[in-house]
Structures are given as structure tokens and as C-alpha cells.
């Protein structure tokens, strides 16, 4: 007999059974071996219990050994393993697997656990198949690599799984489907993607270490696709052309602790950058304003906006903590360096795709989505398999939905999620949640504002190069500073050749024909204006960078009298004829015009061609292959 230790035979903290669900002849036997275990534990004679009720010794201590024994849950099995047909081990096949013609299956108990230990290479079949895969683990391919080494083992159709109909595919899935039910999150992750694990920590009951006490400790940023398709309004002699566009990012800065949205920023290009972080911090720090709304009967609810515009107690305060992932653009100098030196804020990073981190966001994008976008006929829905979800671009260009109606829609919905009831907050707004511990609350007294001088000029939202003064006194050419192929100077820098040779830091804030600079020591200098045919019409660096991309292509000649309108001009003549075919699509050039219109100082998302009449020939680059070397200008050879 085993021996056992008091805290094993304590069945006062064994797992119980409830006696009323088991039926009345399993009821009987239960309380009966229940009562001699009891007493076995306490104690009493293993003779006298023998005789009471009726069990031999060697049943007391099997019986006795099964309630000791540890279940799959870390508990003992206890009473647990005195009701009838409960079995502790799983049955092991010890005959060889034989099928019976007419009934595929039967007597086949077990033969799938016995074949995986007669070949363990079945096993590293299945870890070498799942290896990195993110999701949508091929079943059936997994199943024909494990035939296939089977038959070259020697097995034939006389044997186990290919004496089967499905040789041994059922059983393959339902390994495959126990593995991941006993925690094999590998295998899991293979089957379902990365997010079936992130859901795991969901509802846990654990709290973590680091978490809000009051509103602005910890802060969440994520991006969002658009789940919409809109589309860009091109105006060609006299004619609205809709043109769809790609789906941008939606950024949204959120309290973790009031899940209000502190600020966000919209991304119309097909990616985000780092700048989109810097962008909906700085929205937090600007008073907002509603915005001019063009959809008839789109309104702002009572008491919606950001806190900036609506709890004047926000205007100025400083965020703690900015929780984000590791995806590259957040691990760029602006976010690293320069948000966190210029605002005093901490990054704290996580886990790309570990949205459970970031829950808060992730709350926000399923509300407005659930509150608006599912509503539209362009919705992109859930994924492709949404029912929901047909031709959207097609309908985006049908029903005319235009990027300048949806960035009032997404404004509107934020804006009254600020000002919703939720019952996580006692039904309480989160701009009312966020307004009351703000208004002269002690915990924030230690906390200081921003300065008046900081909130005139945030300079957050800024692009930082470090560029180098250059200039030659012997060849007449006064100090000047190149960028991406322009040339920056003023009057103060014209004239002080002693800083030729010097680096200083360029801040770059939406129009690139102005640059504002900085000395090594952090003192200003001023602001630089470009030279020559850029500083004719408005841009970004972006756009810049790609003119001079399509130049070096020589798509586009950038050496004339405006580069920008010519650009301007080129991707609206691209877009108008992909727009125009019996199949719109959504291209690169419809993006590329959308986002230079979004980052104007007054956003559009409404382009007007040249007429025919007043347009200029569209400068082209000579070409220099060899035939045309050869030939003059008739076309005659020299």
C-alpha cells in the first residue's frame, strides 16, 4: 500500500461532487465508498471498514490511491474519482490496429495515440509544418507529408491509417484540436493567427503591475485602417470624376483610465508614419474646434468633443505615459527623442499585434465601427468574409461617399464618444470622469502645466534634419542650406559667412518652401525660405521627395516654372483614367493627390484641373537614348 501524507488524506479540501446530478444507482455506490474513504482517512481499521462496507483491502487502497492521485488541474482527484466510469488515464491501445470491412472506424480505439509512439517522427512532422506560420494551418497538406512518410516507413493499405477510408485524417484533427485545447499555444497560434493567444490574458482576473490611478498617467496609441472605402473628387471641364482611394489610418491618442480620446490624427496615405504619432498628441494640446460639417442632418451631440475644446481643465496638462508597440515607425527619433525630450513623456512599448495591451484602443475602434461605419456602403466590414462586405469601391463611387463627408463622420463619432455614458464609468462621460478629477484635484498639484510660451508654439508635430550651412566666399556664393534639392536661405544668412561649414537642426512643419532652424546650442536662428521654382505653390517634404522621384524616373520634368502644379496635374490625369474604365481600382496615384490636398493648410479632398484652354503643355524630359542622339529635330539622321 502507498504511503500517503496527512495533507492528501485532509478530504476536507477535496475537490467535491454534487450528489443530486448523478442518477440513483451512481448515487448509492458514491455515498457509500465515499463514507469509507472518509474513515480510512481517519483512521479506522482497514478490517473494520472491510466489514462495514463490504469492500476488500486492496479496493480501500485502490480507491485510496485514485482520490490521492494529482488530476490534469494540479488539484487531487478526490471525491471526484469515486464516481462510476470516471476514468483518470487515457486508454492506451496495446494490439495492433485492425479494420473490419463495412465499418471504417470501428475497433479503432486508441490507434492514433499508438502510432504516434511508434513513429515520433510524426510529431516532428507537425512542429516542422507549423514552424513560424501565423495562421491558416493546411490540415490536409499536414496529413499527406505524414502518408507519405508512412509509406516510406513500409506501411501498406494492410495496416493503420491506410487500411482506413480517410486514412487517419479525423484523428489528425482531433490531435491537432487536443493539443491546442491543452494549451499548445504554437499550434494555435498556426491554426487561428497571432490574436487567438493575445485573448488568452482577456478576463484573466490578474491586474498589471502598471496601471492608472488617475486620468493622463497612462495614455494608448494605435492605428486603425479605415474600414471604408471614400473617394477623391476630381473636377475635369465642368465634371465631377470620383476616383476611390486607398484606405488610410485612423490614430487616435486614448486615457487608459477614463477611455476618453485625448487627440487623434487621420493617415490618407496608404501607410503611417511617426509623424502621425506626433500629430494626435499635439491635437491634444490644441484647443479643438468643431468642424464645419458638410452632411445635412450630421450633428455634434451634447457636451461631445476633445477635452481640449470642452474641459478647459485638460488644455495644457501633461501625459505621463504613451503606451504603443514596437512597429518601426514608433521606434523613430521623433518619437524617441524628440517627443519624449519635448514634452517629458515616457514611451512605454509592447508587442506588435498585442492588442490586449492596448485594449482601450482597441475598444474605441470596435465602437466607432459598430456606431457608423458598419453603415455605410462602402464598409470594408470585418474582413472579406463579412456579409456585409460588397464591392465597396464600386458603391464608394455609385453612392458618391466622399473622403471630406467621412473625416466629418469619423470627427462627429469621436467627438460624441467623449460625450457617451458608459457603465464602466458609473455612467458617467468620459470628458465629465476626465473634467472632475482635474478640477483642482490634489493628486494633480505636483503635476505642472505647459508653459503659455509651449502651448503658442508646441513645435511637436515636426520633422527634425540635421542640415549643414554651405557657400563659397571665393566663388561668390552667399551661405545657403540644400534640402532635397532646394535651396533654403534669408537675408540674415546671406550675409554671415561665418557660418559656413556649421551644422543646425532643420524643424519642418507642413509647408516645406519654409524651414525653421536651430544652432547646436538650441538657440533659434530663424526661418529659411526655398529659392527658385519650389516656392511657387505649397508642399510637403513628401511630396517633394516624390517629384523628385518622378524626375529621376523622368516621368515628370521637376526643372520648370512650378513643379507642384505639374505633379498635381500628372497623378489627376492618372487617377481620372483608372476612374473611367468599366472596373474602377483604387490606385497609387489617387492616394498620393488625396494626401498632399489633406496636409494643405485647409484640408480638401477636392481637386480642379486645368482647362484645356489655359493648361501648358506638360513638361517632358528630353529624351537621351541613342536614336534619338542620331536624329535631329525632323527625325532626319545627322
Same mark, same amino acid.
Given at each position: 500500500?502507498?504511503?500517503?501524507t496527512?495533507?492528501?488524506?485532509?478530504?476536507?479540501?477535496?475537490?467535491?461532487?454534487?450528489?443530486?446530478?448523478?442518477s440513483?444507482?451512481?448515487?448509492?455506490?458514491?455515498k457509500?465508498?465515499?463514507?469509507?474513504?472518509?474513515?480510512?482517512?481517519d483512521g479506522?481499521k482497514?478490517?473494520?471498514?472491510?466489514?462495514?462496507?463490504?469492500?476488500?483491502?486492496s479496493g480501500?487502497?485502490?480507491?485510496?490511491?485514485?482520490?490521492?492521485a494529482? !488530476?490534469?488541474?494540479? !488539484?487531487?482527484?478526490?471525491y471526484r474519482?469515486?464516481?462510476?466510469g470516471?476514468?483518470?488515464?487515457?486508454?492506451?491501445r496495446q494490439?495492433e490496429?485492425?479494420?473490419?470491412?463495412?465499418?471504417?472506424?470501428?475497433g479503432?480505439a486508441g490507434a492514433?495515440?499508438?502510432?504516434?509512439?511508434?513513429?515520433?517522427?510524426?510529431?516532428?512532422?507537425?512542429?516542422?509544418?507549423?514552424?513560424?506560420?501565423e495562421?491558416?494551418?493546411?490540415?490536409?497538406s499536414? !496529413?499527406?507529408?505524414?502518408?507519405k512518410y508512412?509509406?516510406r #516507413?513500409?506501411?501498406?493499405t494492410k %495496416?493503420?491509417p491506410?487500411?482506413t477510408?480517410?486514412?487517419?485524417?479525423?484523428?489528425?484533427?482531433?490531435?491537432?484540436?487536443?493539443?491546442?485545447?491543452?494549451?499548445?499555444?504554437?499550434?494555435?497560434?498556426a491554426?487561428?493567427g497571432?490574436?487567438?493567444?493575445?485573448?488568452?490574458?482577456?478576463m484573466?482576473?490578474?491586474?498589471?503591475?502598471?496601471?492608472?490611478?488617475?486620468?493622463l498617467?497612462?495614455a494608448?496609441?494605435?492605428?486603425?485602417?479605415?474600414?471604408?472605402?471614400g473617394?477623391l473628387?476630381?473636377?475635369?471641364?465642368g465634371q465631377?470624376?470620383?476616383?476611390?482611394?486607398?484606405?488610410?489610418?485612423?490614430?487616435p491618442?486614448?486615457?487608459?483610465?477614463?477611455?476618453?480620446?485625448?487627440?487623434?490624427?487621420?493617415?490618407?496615405?496608404?501607410?503611417f508614419?511617426?509623424? $502621425?504619432l506626433?500629430?494626435?498628441?499635439?491635437?491634444?494640446?490644441t484647443?479643438?474646434?468643431?468642424?464645419?460639417l458638410?452632411?445635412e442632418?450630421?450633428?455634434?451631440?451634447q457636451?461631445?468633443?476633445?477635452?481640449?475644446?470642452?474641459v478647459?481643465?485638460?488644455?495644457? =496638462?501633461h501625459?505621463a505615459?504613451?503606451?504603443v508597440?514596437n512597429?518601426?515607425? !514608433?521606434l523613430?527619433n521623433?518619437?524617441?527623442?524628440?517627443?519624449?525630450?519635448?514634452t517629458?513623456t515616457?514611451?512605454r512599448?509592447?508587442?506588435?499585434?498585442h492588442?490586449?495591451? =492596448?485594449?482601450?484602443v482597441?475598444?474605441?475602434?470596435a465602437?466607432?465601427?459598430r456606431?457608423?461605419?458598419?453603415?455605410?456602403?462602402?464598409?470594408t466590414?470585418?474582413?472579406? $468574409?463579412?456579409?456585409?462586405v460588397d464591392?465597396?469601391?464600386?458603391?464608394?463611387i455609385?453612392?458618391?461617399?466622399r473622403?471630406?463627408?467621412?473625416?466629418?463622420?469619423?470627427?462627429?463619432?469621436?467627438a460624441?464618444?467623449n460625450?457617451?455614458?458608459?457603465?464602466?464609468?458609473?455612467?458617467?462621460?468620459?470628458n465629465?470622469v476626465?473634467?472632475?478629477?482635474?478640477?483642482?484635484s490634489?493628486?494633480f498639484?505636483v503635476?505642472?502645466?505647459?508653459?503659455?510660451?509651449?502651448?503658442n508654439?508646441p513645435?511637436?508635430?515636426?520633422?527634425i534634419?540635421?542640415?549643414?550651412v554651405?557657400?563659397?566666399r571665393e566663388?561668390?556664393?552667399?551661405?545657403?542650406?540644400?534640402?532635397?534639392?532646394g #535651396?533654403? #536661405? %534669408?537675408?540674415?544668412?546671406?550675409? $554671415?559667412w561665418p557660418?559656413?561649414?556649421?551644422?543646425?537642426?532643420?524643424?519642418?512643419?507642413g509647408?516645406?518652401?519654409?524651414? =525653421?532652424?536651430?544652432?547646436? %546650442?538650441?538657440?533659434?536662428?530663424?526661418?529659411?525660405?526655398? #529659392?527658385g521654382?519650389?516656392?511657387?505653390?505649397?508642399?510637403?517634404r513628401?511630396? =517633394?521627395k516624390?517629384? %523628385?522621384?518622378?524626375?529621376k524616373?523622368?516621368?515628370?520634368?521637376?526643372q520648370?516654372e512650378?513643379?507642384?502644379?505639374?505633379?498635381?496635374?500628372?497623378?489627376?490625369?492618372?487617377?481620372?483614367?483608372?476612374?473611367?474604365?468599366?472596373?474602377?481600382?483604387i490606385?497609387?496615384q489617387?492616394?498620393?493627390?488625396?494626401n498632399?490636398?489633406?496636409e494643405?493648410?485647409?484640408?480638401s479632398?477636392?481637386?480642379?484641373?486645368e482647362?484645356p484652354?489655359?493648361?501648358k503643355?506638360e513638361?517632358?524630359?528630353?529624351?537621351?537614348?541613342?536614336?534619338?542622339?542620331?536624329?535631329?529635330?525632323n527625325?532626319?539622321?545627322r
Open positions: 500500500m502507498i504511503e500517503h496527512l495533507e492528501e488524506l485532509d478530504y476536507s479540501r477535496w475537490p467535491n461532487v454534487v450528489e443530486e446530478e448523478l440513483e444507482s451512481k448515487r448509492c455506490r458514491y457509500l465508498l465515499k463514507q469509507a474513504i472518509e474513515e480510512a482517512c479506522v482497514s478490517s473494520a471498514i472491510c466489514k462495514k462496507y463490504q469492500i476488500s483491502r480501500i487502497s485502490y480507491l485510496l490511491n485514485r482520490c490521492t494529482v !488530476h490534469r488541474d494540479g !488539484h487531487l482527484w478526490g474519482a469515486l464516481v462510476k470516471c476514468r483518470q488515464a487515457d486508454y492506451k494490439k490496429s485492425t479494420q473490419v470491412d463495412g465499418a471504417d472506424g470501428y479503432l492514433f495515440t499508438r502510432l504516434l509512439k511508434q513513429y515520433p517522427e510524426i510529431e516532428e512532422i507537425i512542429r516542422r509544418t507549423v514552424g513560424k506560420k495562421a491558416g494551418l493546411n490540415v490536409s499536414l !496529413h499527406l507529408r505524414i502518408i508512412l509509406r #516507413t513500409g506501411l501498406t %495496416n493503420y491506410l487500411n477510408k480517410l486514412a487517419g485524417y479525423v484523428a489528425l484533427t482531433e490531435h491537432i484540436k487536443r493539443l491546442i485545447e491543452e494549451g499548445d499555444n504554437q499550434l494555435g497560434r491554426r487561428y497571432p490574436d487567438v493567444n493575445a485573448g488568452l490574458q482577456a484573466s482576473g490578474k491586474r498589471g503591475v502598471l496601471r492608472p490611478l488617475f486620468p498617467e497612462i494608448c496609441y494605435d492605428e486603425q485602417e479605415f474600414p471604408f472605402i473617394t473628387v476630381i473636377e475635369n471641364q465631377e470624376i470620383d476616383v476611390p482611394l486607398s484606405r488610410g489610418y485612423f490614430c491618442l486614448v486615457d487608459q483610465y477614463s477611455a476618453v480620446v485625448l487627440g487623434y490624427s487621420l493617415a490618407i496615405s496608404a501607410r508614419r511617426a509623424l $502621425d506626433l500629430k494626435a498628441y499635439e491635437s491634444f494640446i484647443p479643438w474646434h468643431p468642424r464645419q458638410s452632411i442632418g450630421l450633428k455634434y451631440a457636451g461631445a468633443g476633445l477635452p481640449s475644446g470642452v478647459p481643465q485638460a488644455l495644457g =496638462r501625459i505615459i504613451i503606451s508597440d512597429h518601426l515607425s !514608433h523613430a521623433a518619437v524617441v527623442s524628440h517627443l519624449r525630450v519635448r517629458g515616457i514611451i512599448f509592447g508587442k506588435v499585434r492588442w490586449i495591451s =492596448r485594449q482601450v482597441e475598444g474605441i475602434f465602437e466607432l465601427q456606431r457608423g461605419f458598419i453603415r455605410l456602403p462602402s464598409t466590414g470585418s474582413g472579406p $468574409d463579412d456579409p456585409a464591392d465597396p469601391v464600386g458603391k464608394a455609385k453612392f458618391r461617399i473622403m471630406e463627408q467621412l473625416v466629418d463622420l469619423i470627427d462627429v463619432l469621436v460624441d464618444h460625450a457617451h455614458p458608459r457603465l464602466s464609468l458609473m455612467s458617467k462621460t468620459p465629465e476626465l473634467a472632475t478629477a482635474l478640477a483642482d490634489p493628486q498639484s503635476v505642472p502645466k505647459f508653459s503659455e510660451v509651449f502651448m508654439d513645435q511637436v508635430a515636426v520633422e534634419v540635421i542640415v549643414t554651405r557657400g563659397s566663388s561668390g556664393r552667399p551661405p545657403h542650406v540644400q534640402l532635397d534639392n #535651396t533654403y #536661405t %534669408n537675408d540674415l544668412l546671406r550675409q $554671415d557660418m559656413i561649414g556649421k551644422k543646425m537642426k532643420a524643424h519642418i512643419k509647408d516645406f518652401r519654409k524651414i =525653421r532652424v536651430f544652432r547646436d %546650442n538650441g538657440t533659434e536662428y530663424g526661418v529659411l525660405g526655398v #529659392t521654382h519650389w516656392a511657387r505653390t505649397f508642399h510637403t513628401e511630396t =517633394r516624390e517629384i %523628385n522621384r518622378l524626375h524616373e523622368k516621368v515628370i520634368n521637376a520648370c512650378d513643379p507642384v502644379t505639374i505633379f498635381m496635374e500628372y497623378l489627376a490625369k492618372q487617377a481620372s483614367r483608372n476612374s473611367q474604365s468599366k472596373k474602377p481600382k490606385t497609387r489617387a492616394g498620393q493627390l488625396a498632399a490636398l489633406h494643405m493648410p485647409t484640408p479632398y477636392r481637386y480642379r484641373t482647362d484652354e489655359d493648361a503643355e513638361p517632358t524630359m528630353e529624351s537621351r537614348n541613342r536614336r534619338a542622339f542620331f536624329r535631329g529635330q527625325g532626319d539622321s
